[in-house]
């Protein structure tokens, strides 16, 4: 495994750690190639139920793509970029489990499409974020433009990304751009409490629920809601009652782990 990408497990929960910190854990080439094989790899372990993604030191999450590496380079960047080898974003849309991304500073630009292609971000209350496409003179190609603006709206988008400013963390979560903030010191024992909770549910349903939510989400209500009883029945079709005591269970023991 690469050195740009440290990797540790914690009963069914990895922890990804973006580790350039003296680069500002910027997405070099073999950064990008490490993090995409490892979410695929992720996405086929079933000892693992849940991931958390964050960034080495305390100022930075990521600065975005390596822009030095990129002109040094040369060449086409931004198909150098998007190649399926070099895209952890496409990684990060397949998988099944639930990525979490604790943002410990800077967010920037790739940084950003890499979380909103996510399912939960939670910020320490010194993280910043900024789209700076327009500012290096580039069009995004992970999904930013879409996804930015389904997130917080069309004309919050435009606000942020045509504009390449900077927005704090508190402003981010009014936005609706991230679920929490908290202290720095709690960013990471937030972050695993969330992903320890999603790890220690029925592994097939959270998958599933998941993709329904996925999947949905660029449907119309009409169409969703069809789209949530077809895939019910399908999955019901395959449950028995062993599956059910099972979930009691688990339940059960959850509960009195909370309340001991």
Not at 96 to 107: E, M, R, T
């Amino acid at each position: 495994m690469s050195s740009t990408l440290l990797v540790e497990q914690e009963g069914r929960v990895v922890v990804l750690t973006l580790n350039r910190p003296e680069k500002l854990n910027a997405l070099s080439v073999e950064m990008r190639r490490a993090l995409h094989y490892k979410i695929l790899e992720i996405d086929k372990d079933n000892g693992v139920g849940a991931v958390v993604l964050t960034g080495a030191g305390d100022r930075a999450f990521t600065a975005g793509l390596d822009l030095t590496e990129a002109s040094q380079r040369g060449g086409d960047v931004m198909a150098d970029v998007t190649a399926r080898d070099e895209n952890p974003v496409a990684a990060i849309d397949k998988c099944s489990k639930p990525i979490i991304v604790a943002v410990n500073g800077l967010c920037i630009t790739g940084g950003m499409e890499i979380m909103l292609a996510c399912d939960v971000v939670i910020a320490s209350r010194s993280a910043r974020f900024a789209d700076t496409h327009v500012r290096v003179g580039l069009l995004p190609g992970w999904g930013i433009s879409q996804r930015l603006s389904r997130q917080i709206g069309p004309q919050r988008a435009k606000e942020l990304s045509l504009s390449g400013n900077f927005v704090d963390a508190q402003r981010a979560f009014d936005l609706g751009l991230i679920n929490r903030v908290v202290e720095p010191e709690e960013l990471l024992s937030t972050a695993m409490a969330l992903a320890r909770d999603f790890a220690d549910a029925d592994q097939r349903a959270v998958a599933e629920y998941k993709r329904l939510i996925d999947d949905g989400f660029g449907l119309s209500l009409s169409e969703g809601l069809q789209l949530e009883r077809e895939r019910m029945r399908a999955f019901g079709s395959t449950l028995s009652a062993d599956h059910f005591q099972r979930g009691k269970d688990i339940a059960a023991a959850r509960a009195r782990t909370r309340t001991s």
